[in-house]
């Protein structure tokens, strides 16, 4: 089935940038389509982004022109730059495939504040 460990998160102020990773293990992901999701304290996990393994790439409408998601498939890996941050990103942040069909890994807190 495969693994999926997220790293990166962290604390930063509002307009700050961090750039997450994914590390997919177990098996090559490089034909699926890759996402990033998060979650917020008491919302559901949504989607934030979608990269397909010909590079493709969606994006919510809340985080459309500030975060990127791209992915080295070489190195089993995806990643999200997430720039302009602002409290509302703040979330557990996870990444799996589209839809999610991988154990959910423990994910990367993200946490916006002043």
């Known amino acids: 089935q495969g693994q999926l460990a997220e790293s990166g998160g962290g604390l930063v102020q509002p307009g700050g940038s961090l750039r997450l990773s994914c590390a997919a293990s177990?098996?090559?992901?490089?034909?699926?389509?890759m996402a990033w999701y998060r979650q917020a304290p008491g919302k559901q996990r949504d989607v934030v982004a979608s990269?397909?393994?010909?590079?493709?790439?969606n994006y919510a409408d809340s985080v459309k022109g500030r975060f990127t998601i791209s992915r080295d498939s070489a190195k089993n890996m995806v990643f999200l730059q997430m720039n302009s941050l602002k409290f509302e990103d703040t979330a557990v942040y996870y990444c799996?495939?589209?839809?999610?069909?991988?154990?959910w890994g423990q994910g990367t807190q993200v946490t916006v504040s002043s």
């Open positions: 799996n495939t589209l839809p999610g069909v991988i154990s």
């Open positions: 177990g098996r090559s992901f490089s034909l699926n389509t």
């Open positions: 990269i397909s393994s010909r590079g493709h790439t």
